[in-house]
């Protein structure tokens, strides 16, 4: 130590800023306020919990499967339900702590504009239309509507080729569903033909 050093006063560190989202004191001496909570979180996690039990408790109810399934098909409902709600009690503890999930940065969309009710209503409509029409046409016509309406509705304008697009989607789907899987989904009109 030099004698310099000697005649300078002692001062005490200087107090660095507190983590994140803690509490304290700031580095200009005054108290920080505590971290907002955001209460929505709480309600994720809610949803999150009552989703997680009823598919536990409906997993109960499910009967047994085949006697050579190494695997029972409750054991899916138990394992899906069950990580549920411990996703839920780490968000309502993360919540608690002050966690905020943090926006995106990259995301292109402008905040400052309203809803596009145009939009979401043809978008209401092609969906309705699919849901009304399933049976009655079957899953390899109305898939392709679908496909085509809902790229139509966010502004393309080449309906034909998507038309096409979704003909090859849905009539490859409706395969991969009734062949591949054994799940009959509806061939309407053209049932005999698929």
Known sequence: ??????????TAPAAGPAPDGAAGPAPDGAERPSPTVDRAQYGLAAVL???????????????????????????????????????????????????????????????????????????AGVLAATVALLDLLGWAIVGALLFAGAATVLGNRHWVRNLLI???????S?????????????????DGVL
């Open 49 to 123: 919990a009552v989703v997680g039990v009823w598919t536990v408790v409906d997993s109960a109810g499910l009967g047994p499967g085949f006697a050579d399934q190494v695997v029972q098909p409750a054991a899916f409902g138990y394992v899906i339900g069950s990580a549920l709600v411990v996703l839920a009690v780490l968000l309502a503890v993360a919540t608690a702590r002050g966690d905020r999930a943090e926006g995106e940065a990259g995301e292109d969309v402008d905040l400052d504009q309203g809803t596009d009710w145009r939009t979401l209503a043809g978008l």
């Open 166 to 172: 979704g003909a090859v989607m849905s009539v490859g």
């Open 174 to 190: 409706w395969y991969g569903f009734y062949v591949g899987l054994g799940i009959p989904i509806p061939a309407g009109v053209l």
């Open 1 to 10: 130590m030099s004698a310099a050093d000697a005649d300078r006063p002692v």
